[in-house]
């Protein structure tokens, strides 16, 4: 398994999970799976993965191969009789650093061949024979990339406190960096968005961690993110003018177009890259599972950015800026003042909206008298028992 670096390429067993996904998404012909189930079935044979084989059988993803499985079983156990001699002969004749490096070999090797919980551990027991802060770092990215493949959220959660802790006693700035990727990618995937978008704008300039996801990947992911957390003012000026991203954002479909429109107010544009950016969208392991919340978070953002220019606006005036129909946007209003996501009321027969935006510096000055009061009663009884 890579550990990342400048040259490294994305970790291939989270490759094949993607693939693994697709397989599973109706949206994906069958002629694409066809050649998907093909290159799985490669990646499971190159690395001898007998309990991902087994399991994809027993779910009819793959074809049953009971000569290929018991092939692949005795290879696993031939190879970690020769990693157990390894172990052993270097807890006679070597040092300490050698007897480490060989259960990291046999850790490594449980995760090639997708043995979760004995891959786990055997990281643990690499981790009581590890020293060095750096070193224990790396067992908690490969536990994270296990993690990864899994989707076990649980195990990535607790990877990610137990790597924090690590750094209270040292730790290098460079795996201080990768560490928010991961997190970032865990918040994303775990619906916190706008955790997920500060901890990606922060690596941003530091991005190395390649074994996740490709640089172009990470930009989308950023963009995706801050366009539902952050306000127009930081959009600007951490995405939309951000030099690391305009120098890649080109690369993806639809995406330069999607941010651009959206913050110069081209709303119909915006609605064409909107339409071209959900196929990424569903079709990615980590954001299919908040697909519509993320539409609707979407659209929420750029009906109130549009709103937010009127005291009131005739409702065919947002249909021509939107580039549909006055049906389609009364439906869609309705449904977000009905959840009190926009602050405005339809008037259906004069065809108007009327915005009604809370005043945030009324409202201030609301609480502030609340607490006003409160105060003088509580001075008021404070007294009372004084005089007594």
């Known amino acids: 398994m890579d550990a990342g670096g400048e040259d490294a390429k994305q970790e291939r067993h989270l490759v094949l999970a993607h693939k693994l996904f697709l397989l599973s998404h109706p949206d994906v012909d069958d002629l694409a799976k066809v050649a998907l189930r093909s290159d799985v079935l490669d990646a499971v044979k190159s690395d001898g993965m007998a309990p991902l084989f087994e399991s994809l059988a027993a779910a009819g ?19 970690v009789r020769k990693l157990d001699e390894k172990i052993a002969d270097g807890e006679e004749n070597l040092g300490e650093s050698e007897v480490r490096e060989a259960h990291l070999a046999k850790s490594l090797y449980f995760m090639r061949v997708g043995e979760k919980e004995k891959a786990l551990e055997q990281l643990k027991v690499t981790e009581g024979k590890t020293v060095a802060v750096g070193q224990k770092m790396d067992l908690v990215f490969y536990t994270l990339q296990i993690g990864l493949f899994h989707m076990d959220f649980d195990l990535i959660s607790k990877s990610i406190d137990k790597a924090k802790n690590l750094f209270e006693e040292g730790g290098d700035w460079e795996r ?51 366009i539902i957390s952050l306000d127009r003012v930081s959009l600007k000026q951490k995405v939309v003018d951000a030099p690391e991203i305009l120098a890649v954002i080109g690369k993806v479909p639809h995406l330069s177009e999607f941010l651009n429109s959206l913050y110069n107010c081209q709303y119909k544009s915006f609605f064409v890259a909107f339409s071209g950016m959900t196929e990424q969208i569903k079709l990615d392991r980590y954001l299919q599972p908040h697909f519509r919340y993320y539409m609707r978070e979407v659209r929420t953002v750029v009906y109130s950015q549009f709103l937010e ?16 129909t006055v049906d389609f946007i009364d439906q869609e209003l309705s449904r977000f003042i009905a959840a009190g996501k926009l602050h405005c009321k339809i008037d259906k ?16 000055y609301q609480a502030t008298i609340k607490q006003g009061d409160f105060l003088l009663n509580r001075i008021q009884k404070l007294s009372r028992v004084i005089d007594l």
């Open 176 to 226: 201080k960096n990768r560490l928010k990727v991961y997190e970032g990618l865990y918040c994303m995937a775990t619906r916190n968005f706008k955790k997920a978008v500060n901890l990606f704008l922060d690596s941003i300039s530091t991005f190395t961690t390649y074994e996740l996801f490709p640089y172009d990947t990470f930009v989308l992911y950023t963009v995706l993110t801050s």
């Open 309 to 324: 220019s009127y005291k009131s606006v005739t409702m065919e005036a947002m249909a021509a800026a939107f580039g549909v």
């Open 349 to 364: 027969v004069a065809g108007v909206l009327e915005t009604n935006r809370p005043d945030a510096r009324n409202a201030f």
């Open 61 to 79: 993803v793959l074809e049953p191969d009971d000569t290929l499985l018991t092939e692949m079983r005795a290879r696993i156990d031939d190879e």
